[in-house]
Nanobody, 123 residues
Framework: QVQLVESGGGLVQAGGSLRLSCAASGRTFSIYNMAWFRQAPGKEREFVAAIRWSGGSTYYADSVKGRFTISKDHTLNTGYLQMSSLKPEDTALYYC????????????????WGQGTQVTVSS
């Protein structure tokens, strides 16, 4: 099992930046992909970005491409989501997810989830 804890959310003005962190514990050696998802009130959860835990390949949703950067630090067993040029429509609860299965980086199928961290972007 892999346990995930997100941090770094908060309130920011439009155009600002935030960096989210996802601390992994447990069987971290078995992580294959790590990803970020988000869910705004009244909307379905949507994929944001993913990273191959070994190797570093990345994949982004079109809505965040060029503004968000996903990264990782193996030594800290932590993943990151650097968010820049934030827009009010980026307001959501952001979740970190991990999978141990050998799935394409474009997958939306993850079995380990964090509790989420709130990001609010004011206009």
């Amino acid at each position: 099992q892999v346990q995930l804890v997100e941090s770094g959310g908060g309130l920011v003005q439009a155009g600002g930046s935030l960096r989210l962190s996802c601390a992994a514990s447990g069987r971290t050696f078995s992580i294959y992909n790590m990803a970020w998802f988000r869910q705004a009130p009244g909307k379905e959860r949507e994929f944001v970005a993913a990273i191959r835990w070994s190797g570093g390949s990345t994949y982004y949703a079109d809505s965040v491409k060029g503004r968000f950067t996903i990264s990782k630090d193996h030594t800290l067993n932590t993943g990151y989501l650097q968010m820049s040029s934030l827009k009010p429509e980026d307001t959501a609860l952001y979740y970190c997810a991990a999978t141990r299965r050998f799935l394409p980086i474009t997958t939306h199928e993850y079995e380990s989830w964090g509790q989420g961290t709130q990001v609010t972007v004011s206009s």
